[in-house]
């Protein structure tokens, strides 16, 4: 089965998204997803995530310092299976720019992995502390969602 392509979505694609796309890499292993991540600005583009959430990464084994930070593009919609925005309003943005066809791949990543109506807050003007929270937030959700894709394989 070929894995499941996952879009992970943020404002700017230096905190809360680069932290998922490693997170969820990890927990699921090879074969089973193919994670990214962009953000619906493009103010960071080609810059490497926050040093915060590459250090509460590493601090749980987990190396994202390789990421690029990207902006959602036109084809992504197409590329992707599934689409989680971290907040309601990059949600509402994804769902300005998509296309009919793959509104359905839009999804907030916490209602879709754990059935909840939580924003994955945004921590960049917060300490050590508020990347830890939306660490443990992310890796909650990473493993609920990696439960329910192998589910479905």
Known sequence: M????????CLGNICRSPLAEGILR???????VDADSAGTG?????DPPDHRSIAVALKHGIDIAGQRCR?????????????????RSNLAHLHAMAPPKAQHKLHLFLDYALGTTHDVPDPYYEGPEGFETVYSMLLQGCRSLTGRLEERS
């Open 26 to 32: 990890h927990v699921a292993g090879d074969g089973l």
């Open 71 to 87: 902006k959602v593009d036109a084809s992504d919609f197409e590329a992707f299976d599934l689409i989680f925005a971290m907040d």
């Open 2 to 9: 070929k894995p499941v392509r996952i879009l992970f979505v």
């Open 42 to 46: 493009g103010w960071h583009i080609g």
